[in-house]
RNA sequence: GCCCGGGUGGCGGAAUGGUAGACGCUUCGGACUUAAAAUCCGAUUUCCGCAAGGAAGUGUCGGUUCGAGUCCGGCCCCGGGCACCA
C-alpha cells in the first residue's frame, strides 16, 4: 500500500490511502455491544453548484478527528455524512432550464462526494443519505402523518405577498417596498391556505429542555429569547357595548391597571370594526387599508412613528370603573397575547410615545421607593410602590401584581396567563421541488367515511377549508401508500393561482382516491369499483427545507430500513449524537425545528430520548484573507481544491485546526499553509531516509533521554486531552514542540517515532499511515490503538522554581523537585540576581507555591 | 435600545490568579551553494544601554490581591443575536 516516494509526496499518498480506506473500511460503524459507542455527527450540507467551501472542511476536519481518536480509543463510532438536497437554488436552476431539478442536484452531489473524500474523512459512506430520495422522504412524510394525526398540523389562512401581475407568491426578501423585486410591479397582500405545526404547543418544554443539554450558552439564549415565554394575565374591559363581550388584553405589569388611560387593538382584531362608531369610519378604514399594505418590516420598523387612529368607542376599567378609549394602532401586534393592550403611557416606553403623540392622558401609578424630589422622569418602568391605586395604593408593586390579579380572578374578570413569542411554523411552501405533503382534500361525507376505516389516522378536529363556499376535507394517505413521489411536470413555474407546479398536473392533483389503499387513478377517468374509491384533490403545497434536516440523524443510524425511519434496536444503541458540530447560523431554526419533530417521535415512542442533541458545538467563520466574509464578488474565496492541489489535504487539515480556536472567526492566511506544509516535511525527513525506508536515525536499540521521553509523554496526554476538550490549535502546536526536539536528537527511538505519529494521526491521516509503513510497523496507524500515556515519565525530577520580590520577578533556578520553602528561601537569598533585591530589607511576608514560585514581599 | 461574545507583538494566536507573548507566519543575520530555491542554525514586544542589565507593557480608568491578560466596577471600540411580543 506504501507509496514508493522518496520525498513526501502528498499527490501521490493521498489518493493511495484513500483508496486503501475504502477497500478496509476502517470507517465503518457497527453493532459492537463490547465497545462503547460514539456517535460525532456534522450537519450535512446543501449540495449547492458552488461546490465545496473552506468552511464546510473547517467543522468537518474537527469531527474527523475526534471520529479517528475516539476509534483509537475503542470506541465503535458512526460517523455519517448526507445531503440536505431539496432547496430553492435547484427549484430555480429547473424554472431556467427546463431540466428536472433532481438531475442538477445529484450532479451537484457528485461533486460535493468527491471533494470531501479528497480530504480523507472517515465517513461510513455506506450511511449516507439523501433528502430527496423518495426511500428518505417516505419517512419524512410518514413523520408528518404523525403529526397530523395527533392534531399538530393544521391548515390557516395566512397573509403572504401575492404579485397579480406575475400571478405568483412571493418571499419575504423578494419584496422591495410595496413591490417585486423582480419586474417591479405592484405586490399586495393575500391570505392563502397553508399548513402551519403546532410547535407552540410544545413550547414549554423546549424551553425546559435546554437546561439539561450541553450547547453553547449564547445558543441557548437564543433559543430561549425565540420562545420568549412571559407570564402575566389576561384581564377583561367592560365594553360600553355588552352586546360586543369585553375586551381581554394580556398584560405583564396587572399592577399598572389603574394607570391605563387608553386602550389598542391591533388593525386585524376581531373587534376593530364593531367597536368603530359611524363618525369614525372613514379614519379608521382609511387606517386599516393602509396597515394592511405595510409589509411586516416596515410595521416593525422602530424608527418610524407610531400611527394610530380612535374608534369613537370606550371601554371600562374593570378595577376602577374608568372610562377608556379604544385606539387601534398597528404598535399593538395580532399574532401576540390577545391582539389587544391597556396602554400605561406612564410606564411603558411605547406607550409614552404613542400618548405623546396623539395627546393622550398619561397618569403614573408607580413611584420608585426613593423618588427625587421633582419626581422621576416618565415613562418609568423600574421597580417601586403603586400610587393613586385605590386600594392598593402603597404596595410594593410585585405584591400589588399578586393581589390584584386575585381580586379581579375572583370577579372573573381575570386570570393568570403565559404567553410566548414562539409562532406556530408555517410549514407549507408553494413549490414543487420539495417533499410533497401526503394529504388529500375529500367533501364530508367522504372525509366521515374515510376516518370510520381507520379512525386512528385522523386528528380529533378534522382538518378543513373552505373555498368557493365548498368545505373541504383533509384525509391522510395510509402510511403503506408511502412515499408520495413528485410528478414529473411540463413547467417548473408556479401554477399562476398560488399554488406550486405541481397544480398544474391535472392527472395528479385531481383524482379517484382509494381510501384503503391510498391508490389513485386520474379523476378524468371512469370512477373505480369499490366503496372505498372517492373523488379527491391532492394537497399542492410541498413542504420546506427545514423537512428534511428535522430527522436525519436519527436516519443515518439505519439508513436502509424499509419497515420503519430505524430500527428500534439502531435507535438504542445510537441514540442522537454525541456530538453534533455546525454553524452558529442555524442555532435557532432548524436546532428548535429538530428538537420539536423528535419530542413528538418521543411521545409516540419512536425514539427513546426526549432531546436529539445533548452536546453542540459551533465552529467559527473562517474569513478571507482581507478579513472580510468570503464572497465571489470581493474575489477572497478559498477553495478546498486548490489548496490540496498545492499542499495536499493533510497539510489543509492540519490548517484549518492550526488557524486558531474552533470556536471563532478568523481570517484565512495565505502563508499559514506553510508553515504547517513545513511541519509535515520536518516529520518526513526525519522519519524517512534517503532510500524511501525508515530514516538511519530511528532504530530499535534507541534509548531515549528522559527528556524526551517526558516529551513524548506530555504530548501523548496533552493532544488527548485537546481533542476531548476541541482545542485543536494547541495539540498541533505541542506536536510541533515534540518535533523540534526530536529533530535536535541524534538518534531516536522506534517506539517514541511511532508513539508520534499516532497522535498525528487523527489530524493528518494520509501522511501517518505513509510514514507508520515506512517505518516498518505493522499494521495501520488508523487502527492502532491509541499509544499509553505513563504519567510517571511526565513529572521531571527537577522544575524550575520562579523568584520573585515584591511581586516582581527577579529570578529563577532549577531545584529539585518538592523542595521545601525555607530551602527556597535559603537559595533565593543566594541568588546572584534575587539578592541585591534583598540587600538591606527585611522579608515581610514569604508566598511559597510549591514547585513553581517563591514571593518574598520585603518592606 | 436590549442580550451575548471579544479587544494580548508586524500578523494568526498561547497562557489551572503565579516567568505574558508557547507554537506558527513575517522579517533580519549566519551556514550550505558557483548562485538561487529548499534546508539547517540563531534573533525577532517596546524603550534605555556597547554590554551586563534595567524600565514599561495584554483597549481604557479604577479596585481586590503578596501577585491580575485572567477576578470585580465604570468607560471606549469591534463582532454576533434580538428588535414595538405589552
Request: glycine fraction near 8%; hydrophobic fraction near 40%.
Amino acid at each position: 500500500m506504501v507509496t514508493e516516494s522518496k520525498d513526501y509526496d502528498f499527490h501521490e499518498i493521498e489518493p493511495r490511502w484513500q483508496s486503501f480506506w475504502e477497500r478496509t473500511r476502517p470507517d465503518r460503524a457497527g453493532m459492537d455491544p463490547v465497545r462503547p459507542k460514539f456517535y460525532v455527527l456534522d450537519m450535512f450540507p446543501y449540495p449547492s453548484g458552488a461546490g465545496l467551501h473552506i468552511g464546510h472542511p473547517e467543522g468537518y476536519t474537527a469531527t474527523d478527528i475526534i471520529a479517528r481518536y475516539r476509534r483509537a480509543r475503542g470506541f465503535d463510532v458512526l460517523h455519517p455524512m448526507g445531503w440536505d438536497a431539496f432547496g430553492l437554488p435547484a427549484e430555480q436552476h429547473a424554472v431556467k432550464t427546463g431540466t428536472h431539478p433532481a438531475a442538477n442536484t445529484q450532479n451537484n452531489i457528485l461533486n460535493f462526494r468527491r471533494q470531501i473524500k479528497a480530504l480523507g474523512f472517515s465517513y461510513d459512506w455506506d450511511r449516507e443519505i439523501d433528502t430527496t430520495d423518495p426511500r428518505y422522504f417516505r419517512w419524512t412524510q410518514w413523520i408528518f402523518l404523525q403529526l397530523f394525526k395527533r392534531g399538530l398540523a393544521y391548515v390557516d389562512e395566512r397573509p403572504v405577498w401575492w404579485c397579480p401581475e406575475m400571478r405568483t407568491v412571493l418571499a419575504n426578501e423578494e419584496v422591495v417596498d410595496g413591490r417585486s423585486e423582480v419586474g417591479n410591479f405592484p405586490v399586495e397582500r393575500r391570505s392563502l391556505r397553508q399548513w402551519v405545526l403546532r410547535i407552540t404547543a410544545y413550547a414549554d418544554r423546549l424551553l425546559s429542555g435546554l437546561e439539561g443539554v450541553d450547547w453553547p450558552d449564547s445558543t441557548k439564549r437564543m433559543q430561549a429569547a425565540w420562545i420568549g415565554r412571559s407570564e402575566g394575565a389576561e384581564i377583561v374591559f367592560g365594553l360600553e357595548d355588552g352586546a360586543l363581550g369585553g375586551l381581554k388584553v394580556f398584560t405583564t405589569r396587572p399592577d399598572t391597571l389603574y394607570g391605563c388611560t387608553y386602550m389598542v387593538l391591533a388593525p386585524e382584531h376581531a373587534l376593530a370594526q364593531a367597536l368603530t362608531t359611524p363618525g369614525q369610519r372613514e379614519a379608521v378604514d382609511a387606517y386599516l387599508r393602509q396597515a394592511a399594505s405595510k409589509s411586516d418590516l416596515e410595521r416593525t420598523d422602530l424608527a418610524k412613528e407610531k400611527t394610530g387612529v380612535f374608534t369613537g368607542s370606550y371601554a371600562v376599567n374593570p378595577a376602577n370603573g374608568a372610562r377608556v378609549p379604544v385606539w387601534i394602532a398597528d404598535y399593538v401586534l395580532t399574532g401576540y397575547g390577545t391582539g389587544a393592550i391597556m396602554a400605561v403611557p406612564a410606564h411603558d416606553e411605547r406607550d409614552h410615545e404613542f400618548a405623546g403623540r396623539y395627546g393622550l392622558q398619561v397618569e403614573a401609578v408607580i413611584e420608585p421607593v426613593d423618588a427625587p424630589p421633582g419626581g422621576v422622569t416618565l415613562p418609568y418602568t423600574g421597580d417601586g410602590r403603586l400610587v393613586r391605586s385605590g386600594p392598593y395604593t402603597g404596595l410594593g408593586w410585585q405584591e400589588a401584581k399578586q393581589r390584584m390579579t386575585d381580586d379581579l380572578a375572583s370577579r372573573g374578570a381575570s386570570r393568570p396567563a403565559v404567553n410566548y413569542k414562539l409562532r406556530d411554523w408555517l410549514f407549507s411552501r408553494q413549490r414543487y421541488w420539495g417533499e410533497p405533503i401526503p394529504i388529500v382534500w375529500v367533501g364530508r361525507a367522504d372525509h366521515d367515511r374515510a376516518r370510520e376505516r381507520d379512525p386512528g389516522s385522523f386528528p380529533a378536529e378534522p382538518v378543513s377549508f373552505e373555498q368557493d363556499g365548498v368545505t373541504r376535507y383533509a384525509v391522510p394517505l395510509p402510511e403503506s401508500a408511502l412515499p408520495l413521489e413528485l410528478p414529473p411536470v411540463q413547467s417548473y413555474l408556479p401554477s399562476g393561482t398560488g399554488e406550486s407546479a405541481l397544480a398544474n398536473v391535472a392527472e395528479w392533483v385531481d383524482i379517484w382516491h382509494d381510501c384503503g389503499s391510498g391508490k389513485a387513478v386520474p379523476a378524468s377517468g371512469p370512477r373505480p369499483a369499490g366503496a372505498s374509491w372517492v373523488r379527491a384533490r391532492r394537497e399542492t403545497n410541498t413542504m420546506p427545507q427545514w423537512a428534511g434536516s428535522c430527522w436525519y440523524y436519527l436516519r443515518y443510524t439505519d439508513p436502509s430500513n424499509d419497515q420503519a425511519f430505524a430500527s428500534p434496536e439502531a435507535l438504542r444503541r445510537w441514540g442522537g449524537p454525541d456530538l453534533y458540530v455546525g454553524g452558529a447560523e442555524h442555532a435557532v431554526l432548524h436546532l428548535l425545528y429538530a428538537r420539536f419533530w423528535h419530542k413528538v417521535l418521543f411521545d409516540i415512542g419512536a425514539v427513546p430520548t426526549d432531546e436529539p442533541f445533548t452536546k453542540l458545538f459551533h465552529q467559527g467563520i473562517i474569513l478571507g484573507e482581507d478579513g472580510e466574509k468570503m464572497s465571489k464578488s470581493r474575489g477572497n474565496v478559498v477553495s478546498p481544491d486548490t489548496i490540496i492541489e498545492s499542499h495536499g489535504a493533510d497539510s489543509l487539515r492540519l490548517f484549518l485546526m492550526f488557524l486558531g480556536p474552533l470556536e471563532a472567526m478568523k481570517p484565512w492566511n495565505p502563508r499559514g499553509i506553510e508553515g504547517v506544509h513545513r511541519f509535515l516535511q520536518k516529520v518526513w525527513r526525519d522519519c524517512v531516509g534517503e532510500d524511501g525506508r525508515a530514516h538511519p536515525k530511528v532504530g530499535d536499540s534507541v534509548q531515549d533521554s528522559n527528556e524526551i521521553l517526558r516529551l513524548l509523554h506530555e504530548t501523548i496526554k496533552k493532544v488527548g486531552d485537546d481533542i476531548d476538550a476541541m482545542r485543536f490549535n494547541t495539540a498541533i502546536s505541542q506536536m510541533m514542540i515534540l518535533e523540534n526536539a526530536l529533530h535536535k536528537e541524534p538518534a531516536v527511538s522506534r517506539s517514541t517515532a511511532l508513539a508520534f505519529i499516532q497522535v498525528l494521526a487523527p489530524f493528518a491521516p494520509h501522511f501517518a499511515e505513509e510514514v507508520w509503513s515506512r517505518l516498518g510497523a505493522p499494521g495501520n496507524a488508523s487502527t492502532a490503538p491509541w499509544p499509553k500515556f505513563d504519567p510517571a515519565r511526565v513529572s521531571a525530577a527537577e522544575v524550575r522554581i520562579v523568584f520573585q520580590v515584591n511581586g516582581k520577578h527577579r529570578g529563577d533556578l532549577l531545584v529539585p523537585l518538592g523542595l521545601t520553602q525555607d530551602r527556597a528561601v535559603e537559595l533565593a537569598r543566594a541568588h546572584e540576581k534575587v539578592a541585591p533585591f534583598l540587600a538591606g530589607k527585611s522579608i515581610a511576608k514569604v508566598v511559597f507555591v510549591p514547585n513553581r514560585i517563591l514571593n518574598l514581599v520585603v518592606s
